[in-house]
């Protein structure tokens, strides 16, 4: 089994950062893609920013030239910086992985538990 477990989130000013990770753990699995979604209050959840294997990144408009996402392979960690914080930010983020079972054609698909990012003067 998949576990993602993200960490990071919290309450920051307008104009702030914040640094947000995600982990994957467990055995057996490779992961293929990872990535940051988003779900404010009263709104469907929405990808921030994904990362495939090859190192290719995609972010949503609205965060595009203020969040930088990265990932290390080697440690089935993804990462979400977050500058120039607006208040339309706020939101639960949650990590996604996507991959294969070891040795098989099995796929799976995890997400972490979420960390509420909040921002607000």
């Known amino acids: 089994q998949v576990q993602l477990v993200e960490s990071g989130g919290g309450l920051v000013q307008p104009g702030g950062s914040l640094r947000l990770s995600c982990a994957a753990s467990?055995?057996?699995?490779?992961?293929?893609?990872m990535g940051w979604y988003r779900q404010a209050p009263g709104k469907q959840r929405e990808l921030v920013a994904g990362?495939?294997?090859?190192?290719?990144?995609n972010y949503a408009d609205s965060v595009k030239g203020r969040f930088t996402a990265s990932r290390d392979n080697a440690k089935n960690t993804v990462y979400l910086q977050m500058n120039s914080l607006k208040p339309e930010d706020t939101a639960v983020y949650y990590c996604?992985?996507?991959?294969?079972?070891?040795?098989?054609?099995?796929?799976?698909?995890?997400w972490g538990q979420g960390t509420q990012v909040t921002v607000s003067s």
């Open positions: 990362l495939t294997s090859a190192g290719r990144t």
């Open positions: 996604n992985a996507d991959g294969l079972y070891s040795g098989t054609w099995i796929p799976f698909q995890s």
């Open positions: 467990g055995s057996g699995f490779s992961i293929n893609d």
